[in-house]
């Protein structure tokens, strides 16, 4: 059974930054796309990062180009998210996500909650 687990959330000031964990468990196929994902209250969950199986390939919602890093170890399986510059507008839930290629399958983790104050 996949699992995957996110870490890393809290409160921060504006200008601040955190970073993001996203552990997976369980035989996930070696060609995938892991991304972050975000749901404000009242917002639909939008893509904010995605990084290739390699991690040669990433991409970024433009929000939050030049402030937040997706990075991955796949040998222990975590994806990372750096966010920098935080901004009141930031603050989400956080979902880590794994794309599947084969078959066409996602997994998903609980969430995590990032607050940013002013």
């Known amino acids: 059974q996949v699992q995957l687990v996110e870490s890393g959330g809290g409160l921060v000031q504006a200008g601040g930054s955190l970073r993001l964990s996203c552990a997976v468990t369980?035989?996930?196929?070696?060609?995938?796309?892991m991304r972050w994902y975000r749901q404000a209250p009242g917002k639909q969950r939008e893509l904010v990062a995605g990084?290739?199986?390699?991690?040669?390939?990433?991409t970024y919602a433009d929000s939050v180009k030049g402030r937040f890093s997706i990075s991955r170890d796949n040998a222990k399986n975590t994806v990372y998210l750096q966010m920098n510059s935080l901004k009141p507008e930031d603050t989400a839930v956080y979902y880590c996500?794994?794309?599947?290629?084969?078959?066409?399958?996602?997994?998903w983790g609980q969430g995590t909650q990032v607050t940013v104050s002013s």
């Open positions: 996500n794994i794309y599947q290629y084969a078959g066409g399958v996602d997994f």
């Open positions: 990084i290739t199986s390699s991690g040669g390939l990433t």
């Open positions: 369980g035989r996930i196929l070696s060609v995938n796309a």
